[in-house]
């Protein structure tokens, strides 16, 4: 079955420096892979989606992630963090069926 | 604001009791998806509809029940309520259009067990 693995829940980076944020997707057909982001007392808002148009997918607020089915990876990164980027970001895999399976997140702390 | 409306955004209630929580998808979508977030089990998928027929099951306790109305509004309702069953509720649906086929998150509705 499909599914994805965020590694590290919880990530610290200082203001400008570069946002990685890790998830490995589990799947023997190409998939259809989320990020999505939630900010503190709000519900998820989409970042960006892969659907095999593009390896690199650019998304909002300066984010973009990357396809890559040698490492079955789909990391999210920003060149520059912001303070405003501190919230909690969530992968995602649509399954057959149009079922929808998240990772366990990963926190995202920016230090000033 | 996402088009997805849930109702109520905050409820607390006691253990043993029984709350319906409500969610209107945004207009012209027909899928409507549950989900459970808590603090040590992260996002949990509970039950998929489309056009009102149950198309998929999660982690769904047999204490907690949902439908989806002919309007397309949904309603998850969870009785005998336990302390574990605190938690987020969200809402979510699924745009049918090629292109679309993301979720669109509600607010959440929060609950509170005492």
Request: neutral net charge; glycine residues 8%; hydrophobic residues 35%.
């Amino acid at each position: 079955a499909q599914s994805v693995t965020q590694l590290g829940s919880h990530v610290s980076v200082s203001e400008g420096a570069l946002v990685l944020l890790r998830c490995n997707y589990s799947s023997s057909v190409p998939p259809y892979l989320f990020w999505y982001v939630q900010y503190p007392n709000q519900g998820l808002q989409l970042l960006l989606k892969y659907t095999s148009a593009a390896t690199l997918v650019k998304g909002i607020n300066g984010f973009e992630a990357e396809f890559k089915k040698s490492e079955t990876s789909f990391h999210l990164t920003k060149p520059s963090a912001h303070m405003s980027d501190a919230a909690e970001y969530f992968c995602a895999v649509r399954r057959a069926g149009n079922q929808f399976y998240f990772g366990t997140g990963t926190s995202l702390t920016v230090i000033p | 604001d996402s088009g997805v409306t849930q109702t109520p955004k905050h409820l607390i209630t006691a253990t043993g009791q029984r709350v319906t929580l409500r969610c209107s998808p945004r207009s012209g979508d027909l899928s409507v998806y549950w989900y459970q977030q808590s603090l040590d089990q992260g996002l949990q998928f509970l039950i998929q509809y489309y056009n009102g027929e149950e198309r998929a099951k999660g982690n769904i306790l047999e204490r907690f029940s949902a439908q989806q109305f002919p309007d397309l509004h949904s309603e998850l309702n969870l009785s005998s309520l336990e302390l574990g069953d605190s938690a987020l509720y969200f809402c979510a649906s699924r745009g049918e259009s090629h292109g679309a086929n993301v979720l669109t998150f509600g607010a959440g509705s929060r609950l509170t067990v005492l």
